[in-house]
């Protein structure tokens, strides 16, 4: 017998039942903080911002692609979990990567643009890219101050005197972090409308929405409940080689 | 001209924080309704249900294929469909690169629908999706769960204003309003131990959200979802979208 508690049909039921109407007040509440995402004012950005990509260097407003919106993915490249000279990129942000081939024609398809951006050359993103079977576009922003301007990575100065991550003074910051920025393109000005970083990034992942379905949840070791991500092609299971 | 308020960086940031303390909250929120999903009591399933598979007929408990946890994905793609439900599509499309992943935490996710296997494993095909799809064209399975109503049961729905939304789907899967909602989306979860299927989860409409990735990023732009009392849907195949 399982440990767990076990129910008839009914009982199970009844419990469902009362969960969904938490569920429904979640998700009612999940509407009101996008809502309110909205209303935040836009800041207007004065700086030029210069990235390159494959199709060459391109501005900021380039970046767009013709759409009024853009996303932006400051994916860690060179730093960050399990990272070593056969494997550049960020674990954890390779995961978050996973996702947005499957999104990028919806998205497009409603006016908005995903793109990521790494401190790295470019064609070390690109070989990444063509490892992991990516297709979505990624620009370079070494030697811009892009990403130290939407607080996802930090100079040696601030990595010693500390700096503001995830609108939080952080005594200790790391040479770059996860997160996404939002921008809007109106009347040829493009403004900032949000950002987002730490467990932010999660709410982008369908993966988690998932575990957070099954039996058993997330099922992590608290202490280091990344320990079980690996990039897609690195999972040692006879299954994950079938594919 | 911009209608929307332009604020200084600093402005910015203090409605950013305010904003932040309540998306902290709502993310401990969601742990918390994810600890209380699996709280509930686990139901044995008793009914020997039949799959058909790339490899051949299987039990509900093969469908784990080794693993402790199974998730279905219950797509809308009945026998009468020509095509799989866009909604199901879309979501799909975030569905397939998450398998591996999921296989890391000893979870199997998979397909299941009622149409014969040839036409789901052909859709699959033109939409090049890496993912595992059974039909459950033979069993109780789906209207055990609630996933497949009756005409008797759609009749309040089919005999009032039919939402334009519905019909637009239901043509884009090859059939009509009837026929398109006789099938229901939903996920499942079961869990195996000692032999035994228990049953230990069930979601529908908007549960299936978390699913749909592009709302959590399209919930971050500033336009939003943008689809409030539009007409027809946004949403497309991943394939039939124009040149945008």
């Not at chain 1, 995402?37 to 391109?58: C, Q």
Request: with cysteine; glycine share 8%.
């Amino acid at each position: 017998m399982p440990a767990h508690a076990l129910g008839t049909r009914e009982q199970w039921l009844s419990a469902r039942k009362q969960l969904l109407a938490a569920e429904k007040e979640h998700a009612r509440r999940r509407d009101e903080l996008a809502r309110w995402r909205r209303e935040l004012p836009w800041v207007p950005i004065e700086k030029e911002y210069m990235f390159a990509t494959s199709d060459g260097t391109k501005t900021l407003v380039e970046l767009f692609d013709g759409r009024s919106q853009l996303l932006v993915y400051h994916f860690m490249f060179g730093f960050g979990y399990r990272v070593d000279e056969q494997n550049p990129g960020c674990t954890g942000c390779s995961f978050v990567a996973d996702h947005f081939d499957g999104v990028i024609p919806h998205l497009n398809g409603h006016g908005v643009t995903l793109v990521s951006e790494s401190i790295a050359p470019l064609e070390q993103l690109q070989a990444y890219a063509t490892r992991m079977g990516w297709e979505f576009p990624w620009v370079s922003s070494l030697g811009s101050d892009f990403r130290y301007d939407f607080g996802a990575a930090f100079t040696e100065e601030q990595q010693k005197n500390g700096a503001e991550y995830n609108f939080k003074r952080v005594h200790q910051v790391e040479p770059q972090r996860e997160g996404m920025s939002a921008f809007v393109l109106q009347d040829g000005v493009i403004h900032h409308t949000y950002s987002t970083y730490a467990r932010g990034v999660e709410q982008l992942m369908g993966t988690f929405g998932y575990l957070d379905a099954a039996p058993f949840g997330r099922n992590e070791d608290p202490r280091n409940p990344g320990a079980w991500w690996h990039r897609h092609d690195e999972y040692e299971t006879e299954e994950a080689v079938r594919r | 001209m911009t209608e929307h308020r332009i604020g200084t960086q600093q402005e910015w940031k203090a409605e950013r924080d305010a904003l932040l303390d309540e998306e902290k909250e709502l993310t401990r929120r969601s742990d918390e309704l994810a600890r209380k999903r699996r709280e509930l009591p686990w139901v044995p399933v008793g009914k020997d249900y039949r799959f058909e598979t790339e490899r051949g007929s299987k039990s509900l408990a093969e469908l784990f294929d080794g693993r402790s946890q199974l998730l279905v994905y219950h797509f809308m793609f009945g026998p009468g469909y020509t095509a799989g439900c866009p909604v199901c599509s879309s979501i799909t499309d975030t569905l397939a690169p998450q398998v591996v992943h999921l296989k890391a935490r000893d979870t199997t996710l998979l397909l299941s629908s009622r149409a014969p296997l040839e036409k789901l494993l052909a859709y699959r095909d033109r939409m090049g999706w890496p993912i595992d799809w059974v039909s459950s064209g033979g069993s109780d399975f789906n209207r055990d769960l609630g996933f497949l109503n009756t005409k008797e049961e759609l009749k309040p729905f089919l005999d009032g204003e039919i939402p334009p939304v519905v019909e637009q789907m239901a043509n884009a899967t090859g059939t009509d309003v009837a026929g398109y909602v006789s099938e229901g989306p939903g996920l499942s979860a079961y869990t195996l131990e000692d032999g035994t299927v228990y049953r230990t989860y069930v979601t529908t409409a908007r549960g299936l959200e978390p699913a749909m990735a592009y709302y959590a990023l399209l919930d971050r732009t500033s336009r939003g979802r943008h689809e409030e009392g539009e007409l027809e849907h946004w949403l497309r195949r991943h394939d039939e979208y124009g040149a945008s």
